[in-house]
């Protein structure tokens, strides 16, 4: 059963940053999204997805602007700054190194 209660703090704001990398997306496609590429193992939950994107509005790493969807609802679409694009590879390598360093650990110990 999937559960987002093993990601390491964190996680999630730099999933919305890869998300974003790709286009500009409203919230329930971003939900969408990380759910299909984490291979159904990460739910997009609104409760955490909405306070992580208001995080990443405030540091200037995404901005959002009202827009109406394919369906004819207005929805709020993010679309990633040029400080989130380093931003996101900052996230990414410190997320390596941390993953590597534990299967290293793991694999030797």
Avoid at 82 to 96: K, Y
Wanted: with cysteine; charged share 25%; aromatic share 6%.
């Amino acid at each position: 059963m999937p559960s987002d209660a093993g990601l390491p703090p964190g996680t999630l704001v730099m999933l919305i940053l890869r998300v974003l990398h790709a286009g500009p997306l409203h919230g329930y496609a971003i939900a969408q999204r990380t759910h299909i590429f984490s291979r159904k193992e990460r739910q997009g939950e609104e409760g955490c997805l909405y306070p992580a994107l208001q995080k990443l509005l405030l540091k200037d790493w995404v901005t959002a602007a009202w827009t109406t969807s394919e369906t004819g609802r207005r929805v709020r679409e993010y679309r990633l700054t040029p400080a989130g694009r380093r931003q996101l590879d900052v996230e990414l390598a410190d997320f390596r190194r941390t993953t590597t360093a534990i299967e290293t650990l793991l694999d030797n110990a």
